[in-house]
């Protein structure tokens, strides 16, 4: 059974930081890029964040960089979100997604292609 389980949200307040994590299992995680979306209350799920299977190419979107930094440790089968000088824009719920076909930018921008999975969310909330 494949299964990507996200955790790590919480209450933080501006300016803070978490780190978010997906654990991958039911499927060949190093072959895999992984990605982490996230949905804001009204908006649309946008991919901020996906890193390749070896881990050597990522790709941020720009209300991100130089704050979020994605890695990941196949031994374990999972990938980390660090989440630094968070900003209540960044409320929503974050999901991780993985896909052992499409390249970590194809990944962010599209979403999981059929052979990807999504895992649920975890809810980071972001106060001023």
């Known amino acids: 059974e494949v299964q990507l389980q996200a955790s790590g949200g919480g209450l933080v307040q501006s300016g803070g930081s978490l780190r978010l994590s997906c654990v991958g299992s039911?499927?060949?995680?190093?072959?895999?890029?992984v990605g982490w979306f996230r949905q804001a209350p009204g908006k649309e799920r946008e991919g901020i964040s996906c890193i390749s299977g070896g881990g050597s190419v990522t790709y941020y979107t720009d209300s991100v960089k130089g704050r979020f930094t994605i890695s990941r440790d196949n031994a374990d089968s999972t990938v980390y979100l660090q989440m630094s000088n968070l900003e209540p824009e960044d409320t929503a719920v974050y999901y991780c997604a993985a896909d052992p076909q499409r390249i970590s930018l194809l990944l962010c921008e599209r979403g999981p292609s059929n052979l990807g999975f999504w895992g649920q969310g975890t809810l980071v909330t972001v106060s001023s």
């Open positions: 039911g499927f060949t995680f190093d072959g895999s890029a």
